[in-house]
Nanobody, 123 residues
Framework: QVQLVESGGGSVQAGGSLELSCTAS????????IGWFRQAQGKEFEFVAT????????YVADSMKGRFTISRDNAKNTVLLQMVSLKPEDTAVYFC????????????????WGQGTQVTVSS
């Protein structure tokens, strides 16, 4: 099983930017598609973005397209989530997750999870 650790969270004002990192150890990183999810306080998990094993295909949730970008560097065992034009409603704990078969947008499709990193956007 791959181990995932998120970093880069913090507090920013609306309109600001953050870059989250998901760094892997353990199993071969390139064997896993990586997704980002978020959970705001009192709300359900929400899909954010995903990238395939080789980085050749990315998909960002419609509500975040144009503001969020996902990329990966398998040589560095890292996936980045670049977030710009942040809004207060982007406030949540952001999790990265790994999936060894295919890729997807559903939480249940991922079998390895990080502990999460808090993103707080103030108005």
């Amino acid at each position: 099983q791959v181990q995932l650790v998120e970093s880069g969270g913090g507090s920013v004002q609306a309109g600001g930017s953050l870059e989250l990192s998901c760094t892997a150890s353990g199993r071969t990183f390139s064997d896993y598609a990586i997704g980002w999810f978020r959970q705001a306080q009192g709300k359900e998990f929400e899909f954010v973005a995903t990238v395939t094993k080789d980085g050749g295909y990315t998909y960002v949730a419609d509500s975040m397209k144009g503001r969020f970008t996902i990329s990966r560097d398998n040589a560095k065992n890292t996936v980045l989530l670049q977030m710009v034009s942040l809004k207060p409603e982007d406030t949540a704990v952001y999790f990265c997750a790994g999936r060894s078969n295919g890729w997807g947008t559903l939480r249940a499709q991922y079998d390895a999870w990080g502990q999460g990193t808090q993103v707080t956007v103030s108005s």
